[in-house]
T-cell receptor, first 113, second 111 residues
Framework: NAGVTQTPKFQVLKTGQSMTLQCAQDMNHNSMYWYRQDPGMGLRLIYYSASEGTTDKGEVPNGYNVSRLNKREFSLRLESAAPSQTSVYFC????????????FGPGTRLTVL | TQLLEQSPQFLSIQEGENLTVYCNSSSVFSSLQWYRQEPGEGPVLLVTVVTGGEVKKLKRLTFQFGDARKDSSLHITAAQPGDTGLYLCAGATGSNYKLTFGKGTLLTVNP
């Protein structure tokens, strides 16, 4: 049971380049989330997917797109990266059955030059 | 926009001391969660409080949810170096369980 996995762990992009951050969970959770974490800003929700086939905007969606590929996988795409998107990105999935715990992946550290 | 104000932002104490971290909001949350995050890792859930006035204990950690479900506190007794980390509170709202996070308290416990 790997929990929530994210790839890559580190990435450096040039302004204007595109990339996709991958996230997968093996806990059979319905809901998945993408956050970004910046110093002094806490964790901010970018997009979430309440269930397979649905996605909704969070607090800071501009510049990002998401795809809920299947129940396991939820990807985050940067179409044209900007320096303001330099951050640590976390994916999470939600266990609705117990205490509504969100389980987080180890994060992707992205630098946009 | 719901906000969670967390204080203090930084806390550096000696081993054996007690401390309290506060999480305050003007909004009512259906539940409030406390997470701990270590460098290079994602947050890990410590506890969820649901009922106004609820107190939960986890070894040396005591969590309290305010009567009005707008605020919470985390008290650590006899802190140890292993308690060092970033402590985050998060309030839950809505059926999709979106979490609003505080900015975190970075705790350093010196031996």
């Amino acid at each position: 049971n790997a929990g929530v996995t994210q790839t890559p762990k580190f990435q450096v992009l040039k302004t204007g380049q595109s990339m996709t951050l991958q996230c997968a969970q093996d806990m059979n959770h319905n809901s998945m989330y993408w956050y970004r974490q910046d110093p002094g800003m806490g964790l901010r929700l970018i997009y979430y997917s309440a269930s397979e086939g649905t996605t909704d905007k969070g607090e800071v969606p501009n510049g990002y797109n998401v795809s809920r590929l299947n129940k396991r996988e939820f990807s985050l795409r940067l179409e044209s990266a900007a320096p303001s998107q330099t951050s640590v990105y976390f994916c999470a999935s939600r266990d609705k059955s117990s205490t509504d715990t969100q389980y987080f992946g180890p994060g992707t550290r992205l630098t946009v030059l | 926009t719901q906000l969670l104000e967390q204080s203090p932002q930084f806390l550096s104490i000696q081993e054996g001391e007690n401390l309290t971290v506060y999480c305050n909001s003007s909004s009512v949350f259906s539940s409030l969660q406390w997470y701990r995050q270590e460098p290079g890792e994602g947050p890990v859930l410590l506890v969820t409080v649901v009922t106004g006035g609820e107190v939960k204990k986890l070894k040396r950690l005591t969590f309290q949810f305010g009567d009005a479900r707008k605020d919470s506190s985390l008290h650590i007794t006899a802190a140890q170096p292993g308690d060092t980390g970033l402590y985050l509170c998060a309030g839950a709202t809505g059926s999709n369980y979106k979490l609003t996070f505080g900015k975190g308290t970075l705790l350093t416990v010196n031996p």
